[in-house]
């Protein structure tokens, strides 16, 4: 079992940064992909950026492309989500995932760690 610990979030102002955090316990069962989704009120849950472990390939949605930045430390274990130019419409709650092979459905994800609130006021 693949256990993710998510740290980071917190309250900003509009046009400020934060950077999230997910510390996995193992990068062994075939999880060779991370990702971080988010879900707001209301909303499914979406994929926001993911990354491979190996090759460092990277996927964004458009919405926050030139605004976040997705990265991984692999002597750590560990996959940050660098957030800038943050936007109320980026409120949610923001979960990291893995996954074995890419997919943007959520449903298609094995592991999910507990989820970090970001709230960003204008």
């Known amino acids: 079992q693949v256990r993710l610990v998510e740290s980071g979030g917190g309250l900003v102002q509009a046009g400020n940064s934060l950077r999230l955090s997910c510390a996995a316990s193992e990068r062994t069962l075939g999880t060779t992909v991370m990702g971080w989704f988010r879900q707001s009120p209301g909303r499914e849950r979406e994929v926001v950026a993911a990354i491979t472990w190996s090759t460092g390939i990277t996927w964004l949605i458009d919405s926050v492309k030139g605004r976040f930045t997705i990265s991984r430390d692999g002597t750590k274990n560990t996959v940050y989500l660098q957030m800038d130019s943050l936007k109320p419409d980026d409120t949610a709650t923001y979960y990291c995932?893995?996954?074995?092979?890419?997919?943007?459905?959520?449903?298609?994800?094995?592991?999910w760690g507990q989820g970090t609130q970001v709230t960003v006021s204008s």
């Open positions: 995932a893995a996954t074995h092979s890419y997919n943007p459905r959520a449903d298609a994800w094995a592991f």
